[in-house]
């Protein structure tokens, strides 16, 4: 193995450019192997691998993955969460060239009929317990081979008898078929195979498909090339400036998300180090891994940030083991920051939040806090190699420093395209007048004299009220640093005369009532923050905020309540 790590590590200035080898995604990781074999590369439930015995496993996979006729160019879709399985698949897929299309274990019937009709895969891989979503749709599409594996399948002794006593004799595995693979049939034919397997690829050509619902609300297969996902693992390295061979990342976000595929997953072994493997959040369960394994890395989205900050679940924790924590995907509003520095600083950590921020079309993070310094409300600076500018929406033309436009993004992380829609391409990569390629985000931001980027929301989340724009954001903000809020979401909703206001709902803290001197307690702290044009109209106080699969809070949710409260 001759491709070396000078990437790792970086204590100090971040380089403003880095060498990118052209080479694939399990590359990258057999490099890693070949310089720390006896690291651990994941956990699991107890059970512990070895990047040695990692890069075995996927050898094996991917030669199961020929027998049973994927070849170099076809996709394979993984249905599957946080489990070593999908480590093990979505490298085997990559060694053989193909592509592999990653999706959401407990997407519904219709979504997943419509990723199979979308991807075209030869072989789905899915666990036993998600397999019945499969045979009811069935009779509506053309299934392709299904390799059906388990929680069971990846763990040993008392571990693997402990799951089956507890959760695994419960979960009913389906009965082999011409077209049903059990994981045990599968390993047995890569074990007998004996042909090619090992395939030379293209760091440019395809080779991850993930799905989102893009700057356009339509879902799309982001077609994301091994180039994308090798220059994110080794900019976030050199951004990041902590990550460590040996150190740990508890990855509770899953491996169909950008930000877990490519940060908590690619990114860290590509780094040596370990991945704890978690594939069902639960606030009990996540706070006892921190306590117990002690992480060097947690990453999240602001919803998981706030929910550690409630209740006692890390009471008396001791959090000296974080090196680095760091929020994306959703926007982390100053307040939540303010409390989440305390709380760390609390259980004895020296290290604050770093936010960052990236869209799936850049598979993941392009821009974050700076490890030495910090401005508040910005999420940072742009990573090595990539480029930011603010346009106006709608057109290719830049505005000054400190005025809101749409966020544009230039660099070696941006996607090939969208999934057999180049209409919708076009309307994401346009060629500017500088003869690049910009991936235009659907975000509105702004970018100030240092090149700190902030950012504002989505162009479509903008309230157009009597010509007014007013930005939900700002309202969040004002509303979320109220003593007796936990979190908001602000939306428009359509009004007679003035075609949109501004309407707030709003999640209480823990012990406080929704009564009539609460809620004047906050209008009156909205009245004193917020000009007058931009105040809520109406608030609505809820136990909670509907979230996505990823935990973002849902605001086109909510706007499809109100749609149906009004039509109603």
Not at 124 to 142: C, P
Not at 206 to 212: K, M, Q, R
Not at 446 to 473: A, C, H, L, N
Request: with cysteine; aromatic share 8%.
């Amino acid at each position: 193995m001759d491709i070396k790590a000078p990437w790792l590590p970086y204590y100090g200035e971040v380089p403003h450019h880095l060498e990118y080898p052209a080479v694939s995604m399990v590359t990258l990781v057999e490099a890693a192997t070949y310089k720390y074999p006896e690291n651990i590369a994941y956990s699991f439930m107890g059970f512990h691998c070895t990047y040695k015995n990692l890069v075995k496993r996927i050898r094996l996979c991917a030669k199961a993955f020929a027998s049973v006729g994927v070849k170099p160019g076809d996709r394979v879709l993984l249905c599957l969460p946080n489990v070593p399985q999908v480590l093990e698949c979505f490298y085997a897929v990559n060694l053989i060239g193909a592509v592999a299309a990653m999706v959401h274990p407990l997407s519904s019937e219709g979504e997943l009929k419509f990723y199979i009709e979308n991807a075209k895969p030869a072989v789905v891989v899915t666990l036993d317990q998600f397999y019945d979503k499969f045979e009811k749709i069935s009779g509506q599409t053309a299934l392709p081979k299904m390799v059906v594996t388990g929680v069971a399948h990846a763990l040993k002794g008392p571990i693997k008898l402990g799951y089956f006593l507890k959760q695994g004799r419960k979960i009913k595995s389906p009965s082999e078929s011409d077209g049903v693979i059990s994981w045990k049939s599968f390993l047995l034919g890569g074990e007998a195979y004996s042909g090619e397997y090992l395939t030379p690829v293209n760091a440019d050509d395809t080779a991850v498909i993930l799905y989102s619902g893009g700057t356009t609300g339509l879902t799309k297969g982001i077609m994301l090339s091994n180039m994308n996902l090798n220059a994110l693992a080794l900019q976030t390295g050199a951004m990041g400036n902590c990550l460590m061979p040996g150190k740990s990342m508890l990855a509770v976000l899953p491996a169909f998300h950008g930000f877990g595929l490519g940060v908590c997953i690619h990114t860290v072994l590509v780094s040596g180090c370990r991945c704890i493997l978690v594939p069902r959040f639960n606030l009990k369960s996540y706070a006892g891994l921190l306590k117990k394994q002690k992480p060097n890395y947690i990453a999240g989205v602001p919803t998981l940030f706030e929910a550690l900050l409630r209740g006692n679940s890390l009471k008396g924790a001791d959090l000296s083991c974080l090196m680095g924590v760091f929020s994306g995907g959703d926007s982390l509003s100053v307040e939540l920051k303010k409390k989440f520095d305390a709380f760390l600083t609390e259980h004895g950590s020296k290290v604050k939040i770093r936010e960052g921020y990236g869209t799936t079309e850049c598979v993941t993070a392009s821009c974050l806090t700076p490890y030495h310094m910090e401005k508040e409300g910005s999420i940072g600076l742009p990573f090595p190699d990539t480029y930011y500018k603010i346009v106006r929406t709608g057109g290719v033309e830049e505005v000054p420093y400190g005025e809101i436009g749409e966020i544009c993004i230039c660099g070696p992380t941006v996607m090939i395209g969208y999934l057999d829609m180049p209409e919708e391409t076009a309307l994401s990569l346009k060629m500017h007048p500088d003869g690049h390629i910009w991936l235009h985000t659907g975000d509105l931001g702004t970018m100030d004299e240092q090149g700190f980027i902030y950012f504002k929301q989505r162009i479509k989340r903008m309230i157009v009220s009597s010509g007014y724009s007013i930005y939900p954001f700002q309202l969040e903000n004002v509303i979320d640093a109220h003593e007796l809020v936990r979190m908001s979401c602000v939306i428009g909703v359509p009004h007679p005369l003035k075609m949109q206001v501004p309407k707030a709902f709003i999640v209480l803290e823990e012990g406080v009532h929704d009564t009539p001197e609460v809620r004047e307690s906050i209008m009156a702290h909205c009245r004193a923050n917020i000009a007058k044009y931009a105040l809520p109209k109406e608030v609505e106080i809820r136990e909670s905020l509907p979230k996505t699969l990823v935990g973002k809070v849902a605001y086109l949710q909510l706007e499809e309540e109100e749609r149906r409260r009004n039509t109603g």
